[in-house]
């Protein structure tokens, strides 16, 4: 790997990353860890024929489908600009929290396709290992999808398709879908136009009845079609009115008043081993100027362990004076430094004045610097301690967990906050501390965060690179800013006792302006045609929403695939639960799940396969009626025509070891965990999402349905917040469960929330 020159120190930062999905050559800059952390990959373009985009923007995920056609000239392809030689770069820059599902690249004597199978599979797999013909890894970036594309011909167009998902942000009251197509410098053949190139459907679905608003100014569009719920438009191809950059879709949601919906599908049909309906329930805040925000009182927990030294530290700190700002005169706040030692700011609460600001902003300068090793749980308790001394009245208690490390009590940190949340608040205490995690590199349990946030009914983000620190955690603070309504009960009348409910998330988080409250859930015979749902404002006062129930009865192709809209966060929070409970039947749930959707999990693979043309049609074949296992047979056998490309490495959780070594630059290498494909030899990392959202099923589902059954009965079903009753309930399952204390997170909770809404 080759060393940045000189000449190339002020290199623009557009050939550091690409800009569009296509064929790359790369050439790989060894890291002079004095200036910087990680490795970077100068990626030089191939000339783009087609770049086409069909975006499914479903409630807050966006479904895409990205086909592309390019050709690699022999002289790049030779040249020093490409390490790998007869070998090219497929790269796809993405959000972070973005899950590539399938690639496939077409050329006339050679094809590839992609799979998803057990972890354990793959240590079977027999056949020629393909890739580069040299030691040079794959480029790896956390913002970065990449896979090696072998002995691509000269000359010849490349036909290559990806599928993703990835959340929509939300930022001022509207969710956010943006696509990478911007061509980079030498990428447009001579004579060739923009619009002659990029293509772009985009099909936006609500689960409201009117029609959904679209806003695009990046480039003019063309509706072609609108109805009840749905809007489809397209890039306008007559026009010349818009220029090389990134496609910006922007769907406003922010409204005079808190605004719900729901809607469900039938049953699925065929054989399948899940009969329920599925349906989605959606808050949408309103506009900030409609409503009164929560007093807060705000404690913020930083990680000053030596692993943050540099950037990390830098843009933690960032994002602790935009939390200092974001405070009003009718808020507390304190702040906790902490290794494996503690400072704080004060011994109690302090009133965010102007003067005890500018004070913290002080103190931080002098405190929050890099040193010593990890401690989480003492600060958190210690915080949940001052927070319930001298409670503000009527504010949202709020703890922002800020870490980079793994810690080696993580269960027992979730266990306590378990406790936390099911006895009664503290006299004084509206409502219990919300607990809002962020994660800082590879090192941390991402896994162990997210859990923590679900836990403590907060939000939960992550940065992987150096220069996402203070952005990504400033988002969330916004995101968390502004509580509108807290303690969300969603009431399900006449589920009986045969009825088995599910949702994640799961307790149900608080509503903020910066964020949407989005519940997915199955139910045996489907809701009801209306159902209601309770909260509490910042006044005190109950708000109360009957919400009808749309039925989508899935005869538009257009409709909701509220199966696979939250499958991702779905398998994160069973993937969290099973390292909370470690419970391996839970694990192999996670596997079923993610062999079913074909979605990458931290116990199974996106594998890469050269198949042999005359084998293509049949590998398809074998794909769609035996899904993934089907094709790791082929693999796994040595069929001829099917090589093993490469598979990405599941997920760890965590790295202890190297919290309490304090390694520095835990960011820099930690590879794509977007599932990037490094043919010659895997990449060990990460694939990780932050949702919000979880899934219980298996050894998790059943007692969470056995707790709803009885207590359904009765009075119907309503999911809601911590009641009088959560101690007792706790209690008495805790004793059932004996040691087995972590499963409280997913069957306690579901129990005290039925019974809390029962007494509401």
């Given at each position: 790997?080759?060393?940045?020159p000189p000449e190339m120190a002020a290199m623009d930062s557009s050939v550091l990353k690409p800009s569009c999905p296509g064929l790359y050559a790369t050439t790989i800059l060894k890291a002079d860890y004095q200036l910087r952390d990680h490795d970077e990959t100068i990626y030089t373009p191939a000339e783009c024929n087609s770049l086409e985009f069909n975006v499914e923007c479903h409630l807050s995920t966006a479904f895409v489908t990205c086909k592309t056609q390019w050709m690699v000239p022999s002289k790049l392809l030779k040249s020093s600009a490409n390490q790998g030689k007869n070998s090219c770069t497929f790269a796809l820059p993405m959000d972070q929290k973005g899950v590539v599902t399938?690639?496939?690249?077409?050329?006339?004597?050679?094809?590839?396709?992609?799979?998803?199978?057990?972890?354990?599979?793959?240590?079977?797999?027999?056949?020629?290992?393909?890739?580069?013909?040299?030691?040079?890894?794959?480029?790896?970036?956390?913002?970065?999808?990449?896979?090696?594309?072998?002995?691509?011909?000269?000359?010849?167009?490349?036909?290559?398709?990806?599928?993703?998902?990835?959340?929509?942000?939300?930022?001022?009251?509207?969710?956010?879908?943006?696509?990478?197509?911007?061509?980079?410098?030498?990428?447009?053949?001579?004579?060739?136009?923009?619009?002659?190139?990029?293509?772009?459907?985009?099909?936006?679905?609500?689960?409201?009845?009117?029609?959904?608003?679209?806003?695009?100014?990046?480039?003019?569009?063309?509706?072609?079609?609108?109805?009840?719920?749905?809007?489809?438009?397209?890039?306008?191809?007559?026009?010349?009115?818009?220029?090389?950059?990134?496609?910006?879709?922007?769907?406003?949601?922010?409204?005079?008043?808190?605004?719900?919906?729901?809607?469900?599908?039938?049953?699925?049909?065929?054989?399948?081993?899940?009969?329920?309906?599925?349906?989605?329930?959606?808050?949408?805040?309103?506009?900030?100027?409609?409503?009164?925000?929560?007093?807060?009182?705000?404690?913020?927990?930083?990680?000053?362990?030596?692993?943050?030294?540099?950037?990390?530290?830098?843009?933690?700190?960032?994002?602790?004076?935009?939390?200092?700002?974001?405070?009003?005169?009718?808020?507390?706040?304190?702040?906790?430094?902490?290794?494996?030692?503690?400072?704080?700011?004060?011994?109690?609460?302090?009133?965010?004045?102007?003067?005890?600001?500018?004070?913290?902003?002080?103190?931080?300068?002098?405190?929050?610097?890099?040193?010593?090793?990890?401690?989480?749980?003492?600060?958190?308790?210690?915080?949940?301690?001052?927070?319930?001394?001298?409670?503000?009245?009527?504010?949202?208690?709020?703890?922002?967990?800020?870490?980079?490390?793994?810690?080696?009590?993580?269960?027992?940190?979730?266990?306590?906050?378990?406790?936390?949340?099911?006895?009664?608040?503290?006299?004084?205490?509206?409502?219990?501390?919300?607990?809002?995690?962020?994660?800082?590199?590879?090192?941390?349990?991402?896994?162990?965060?997210?859990?923590?946030?679900?836990?403590?009914?907060?939000?939960?983000?992550?940065?992987?690179?150096?220069?996402?620190?203070?952005?990504?955690?400033?988002?969330?603070?916004?995101?968390?800013?502004?509580?509108?309504?807290?303690?969300?009960?969603?009431?399900?009348?006449?589920?009986?006792?045969?009825?088995?409910?599910?949702?994640?998330?799961?307790?149900?988080?608080?509503?903020?302006?910066?964020?949407?409250?989005?519940?997915?859930?199955?139910?045996?015979?489907?809701?009801?045609?209306?159902?209601?749902?309770?909260?509490?404002?910042?006044?005190?006062?109950?708000?109360?929403?009957?919400?009808?129930?749309?039925?989508?009865?899935?005869?538009?192709?257009?409709?909701?695939?509220?199966?696979?809209?939250?499958?991702?966060?779905?398998?994160?929070?069973?993937?969290?639960?099973?390292?909370?409970?470690?419970?391996?039947?839970?694990?192999?749930?996670?596997?079923?799940?993610?062999?079913?959707?074909?979605?990458?999990?931290?116990?199974?693979?996106?594998?890469?396969?050269?198949?042999?043309?005359?084998?293509?049609?049949?590998?398809?074949?074998?794909?769609?009626?035996?899904?993934?296992?089907?094709?790791?047979?082929?693999?796994?056998?040595?069929?001829?025509?099917?090589?093993?490309?490469?598979?990405?490495?599941?997920?760890?959780?965590?790295?202890?070891?190297?919290?309490?070594?304090?390694?520095?630059?835990?960011?820099?290498?930690?590879?794509?965990?977007?599932?990037?494909?490094?043919?010659?030899?895997?990449?060990?990392?990460?694939?990780?999402?932050?949702?919000?959202?979880?899934?219980?099923?298996?050894?998790?589902?059943?007692p969470v349905a056995g707790c709803l059954g009885p207590i359904l009965e009765p009075c119907g079903g309503c999911i809601g917040s911590v009641g009088d009753v959560a101690g007792d309930a706790v209690g008495a399952i805790s004793n059932v469960a004996g040691d087995a204390v972590g499963a409280i997170g997913s069957v306690a909770e579901g129990a005290i929330e039925v019974v809390s809404g029962i007494l509401e």
């Amino acid at each position: 790997m080759a060393h940045r020159p000189p000449e190339m120190a002020a290199m623009d930062s557009s050939v550091l990353k690409p800009s569009c999905p296509g064929l790359y050559a790369t050439t790989i800059l060894k890291a002079d860890y004095q200036l910087r952390d990680h490795d970077e990959t100068i990626y030089t373009p191939a000339e783009c024929n087609s770049l086409e985009f069909n975006v499914e923007c479903h409630l807050s995920t966006a479904f895409v489908t990205c086909k592309t056609q390019w050709m690699v000239p022999s002289k790049l392809l030779k040249s020093s600009a490409n390490q790998g030689k007869n070998s090219c770069t497929f790269a796809l820059p993405m959000d972070q929290k973005g899950v590539v599902t399938s690639i496939s690249a077409k050329m006339k004597k050679m094809h590839i396709q992609s799979c998803v199978v057990p972890v354990a599979d793959t240590g079977k797999f027999s056949g020629k290992r393909f890739g580069r013909n040299g030691p040079e890894p794959c480029p790896v970036h956390p913002e970065v999808f990449a896979i090696a594309i072998p002995n691509v011909p000269a000359n010849e167009i490349v036909d290559i398709e990806v599928t993703y998902f990835q959340p929509l942000k939300f930022e001022d009251g509207a969710y956010i879908f943006e696509a990478p197509t911007t061509l980079p410098k030498g990428a447009l053949p001579q004579g060739a136009q923009l619009k002659d190139i990029v293509h772009i459907m985009t099909t936006v679905r609500g689960a409201r009845p009117e029609p959904v608003m679209v806003e695009c100014k990046s480039h003019p569009v063309t509706l072609v079609q609108a109805g009840p719920g749905v809007t489809q438009v397209m890039i306008d191809p007559r026009s010349n009115k818009w220029g090389n950059g990134n496609y910006l879709m922007r769907m406003p949601v922010w409204s005079p008043s808190i605004t719900a919906a729901a809607v469900q599908q039938p049953s699925p049909k065929g054989p399948t081993a899940d009969t329920r309906a599925p349906f989605i329930i959606s808050i949408s805040p309103p506009d900030p100027k409609s409503c009164a925000p929560f007093a807060r009182s705000v404690f913020f927990i930083v990680d000053r362990s030596g692993s943050m030294t540099g950037k990390p530290m830098a843009g933690a700190n960032q994002a602790l004076l935009a939390g200092l700002s974001s405070l009003g005169p009718q808020d507390t706040f304190n702040i906790c430094a902490f290794d494996n030692l503690q400072e704080y700011l004060s011994e109690d609460m302090v009133p965010a004045s102007p003067a005890n600001i500018n004070a913290a902003k002080g103190w931080i300068e002098g405190h929050c610097t890099a040193r010593g090793t990890t401690d989480i749980l003492t600060p958190l308790r210690a915080a949940v301690a001052i927070l319930s001394k001298r409670p503000l009245p009527g504010a949202v208690p709020l703890i922002y967990v800020v870490t980079d490390g793994a810690v080696d009590n993580e269960r027992e940190i979730c266990r306590y906050m378990q406790e936390v949340m099911s006895a009664p608040p503290p006299e004084g205490l509206m409502t219990h501390p919300r607990v809002c995690t962020f994660g800082i590199g590879r090192y941390c349990n991402h896994y162990f965060l997210k859990m923590l946030s679900q836990i403590g009914k907060g939000l939960s983000d992550a940065a992987y690179t150096d220069e996402r620190v203070g952005s990504q955690m400033i988002a969330l603070i916004n995101a968390s800013r502004t509580p509108v309504l807290t303690d969300v009960m969603l009431g399900i009348p006449g589920a009986g006792e045969s009825s088995k409910v599910e949702v994640y998330p799961f307790p149900v988080p608080d509503l903020y302006i910066g964020a949407p409250v989005m519940v997915a859930g199955k139910i045996q015979g489907g809701l009801p045609p209306a159902m209601s749902i309770k909260g509490r404002l910042a006044s005190g006062e109950e708000w109360e929403s009957t919400v009808p129930v749309a039925p989508d009865l899935q005869n538009n192709v257009l409709n909701i695939p509220l199966d696979k809209v939250f499958i991702k966060e779905r398998i994160d929070m069973l993937t969290a639960n099973a390292w909370l409970t470690n419970n391996k039947s839970a694990e192999a749930d996670v596997t079923a799940l993610s062999l079913q959707y074909g979605v990458p999990c931290p116990h199974t693979k996106l594998c890469a396969f050269e198949v042999d043309p005359k084998k293509s049609a049949e590998v398809e074949a074998a794909k769609k009626k035996g899904g993934a296992m089907k094709i790791a047979k082929y693999a796994v056998g040595g069929a001829a025509g099917v090589m093993v490309l490469g598979a990405l490495a599941g997920a760890d959780f965590g790295n202890v070891g190297a919290s309490l070594a304090n390694a520095a630059g835990g960011i820099g290498d930690l590879g794509s965990v977007l599932g990037s494909i490094n043919l010659p030899a895997g990449i060990a990392i990460p694939d990780i999402d932050l949702g919000v959202c979880g899934d219980m099923c298996g050894e998790i589902c059943e007692p969470v349905a056995g707790c709803l059954g009885p207590i359904l009965e009765p009075c119907g079903g309503c999911i809601g917040s911590v009641g009088d009753v959560a101690g007792d309930a706790v209690g008495a399952i805790s004793n059932v469960a004996g040691d087995a204390v972590g499963a409280i997170g997913s069957v306690a909770e579901g129990a005290i929330e039925v019974v809390s809404g029962i007494l509401e």
